[in-house]
């Protein structure tokens, strides 16, 4: 079992350019989120996609677009990159029931320049 | 707005000696509050969580103590080992969605 996979590891953007984020989870988990992780602010929910054909905002939504593929692969789109969205991007995902532990994949560290 | 609140930002503690971390919520619909663990270059991973309808939740060397009335709770790591080196984040989970505090940035020195 791979758990949650994040493609790219590493990307540098320069402002303006385009690029989307892969997450998949072979744990046949119904729910999935996306986060950014900032220095002295935890783990902020971008989006999340409570069932394959469900997305929400979560609290910091804009200048992403996500896309649930199907049930194992949820995606984060950056339209138009801004210097402010340099940051660390996990992927993770969660199971129905309780305890609704959340498995987070490895992170990836964009620099946008 | 942050709804929970973690202190402190950084703790640095000897071999063997107690590490406590605080976190403090807003929000009563809370039902849930995890504990993760991060070390660097990795994911979050569960180290453990509770239910606000107990009141200390043990698992070997850690353990959460909740209280509901002040809407607190607190992670304390028993007898620190260098291992246990890493940053700790608390949160709070209304349905399936976790709201995370700062973190803190444990250091155990030898």
């Known amino acids: 079992n791979a758990g949650v996979t994040q493609t790219p590891k590493f990307q540098v953007l320069k402002t303006g350019q385009s690029m989307t984020l892969q997450c998949a989870q072979d744990?046949?988990?119904?729910?999935m989120y996306w986060y950014r992780q900032d220095p002295g602010m935890g783990l902020r929910l971008i989006y999340y996609s409570a069932s394959e054909g469900t997305t929400d905002k979560g609290e910091v939504p804009n200048g992403y677009n996500v896309s649930r593929l199907n049930k194992r692969e949820f995606s984060l789109r950056l339209e138009s990159a801004a210097p402010s969205q340099t940051s660390v991007y996990f992927c993770?995902?969660?199971?129905?029931?309780?305890?609704?532990?959340?498995?987070f994949g490895p992170g990836t560290r964009l620099t946008v320049t | 707005q942050q709804q929970v609140k973690q202190s402190p930002q950084s703790l640095i503690v000897q071999k063997g000696g107690i590490s406590i971390i605080n976190c403090a919520y807003e929000n009563t619909a809370f039902d849930y509050f995890p504990w993760y663990q991060q070390f660097p270059g990795k994911g979050p991973a569960l180290l453990i969580a509770i239910r606000p309808d107990v009141s200390e939740k043990k698992e070997g060397r850690f353990t959460i103590s909740f209280n509901k009335s002040a809407k607190q709770f607190s992670l304390h790591i028993m007898d620190s080992q260098p291992g246990d080196s890493a940053t700790y984040f608390c949160a709070a989970a209304s349905g399936s969605r976790l709201t995370f505090g700062e973190g803190t940035q444990l250091t155990v020195n030898p």
């Open positions: 744990m046949n988990h119904n729910s």
């Open positions: 993770a995902s969660s199971g129905l029931l309780p305890p609704l532990e959340q498995y």
